[in-house]
């Protein structure tokens, strides 16, 4: 099985794209706005391209995964699991994760801080 470990703040929106957003609709953004529709076009290439399961790292996985789940759907992209949350300790949560996974093949990260 091959994984992508998905960070989404700065990978799936950016402070620029969020600006604008919010100068569009002149309001607090939703939840699903949050999600860049351009970076989740290039997501769903690159898990199919590659053939990727999606474990996520972000701090969404904690106040707001349900909204996660639904956007991925929307893109017709699942996701297979989550980090355990070790605060800012990414890389000790990616690692556990796969000493608890061993049929994995190969594994890629993105995230804009680590």
Do not use: P
């Not at 789940?69 to 893109?75: A, G, M, T």
């Amino acid at each position: 099985m091959n994984i992508l470990f998905l960070d989404i703040d700065g990978v799936l929106n950016s402070n620029e794209y969020l600006t604008e957003e919010y100068e569009k609709v002149n309001r607090r953004l939703t939840r699903e706005e949050f999600f860049d529709q351009k970076c989740m076009r290039i997501l769903k290439k690159i898990v199919t391209d590659y053939k990727l399961q999606i474990v996520i790292t972000s701090s969404w996985k904690i106040f707001d995964f349900k909204t996660v789940i639904d956007v991925f759907k929307n893109y017709e992209l699942e996701v297979l699991d989550s980090t355990k949350n070790y605060g800012d300790k990414r890389g000790a949560e990616i690692r556990e994760w796969l000493v608890n996974h061993d049929n994995i093949s190969k594994f890629v990260i993105i995230d804009d801080d680590f």
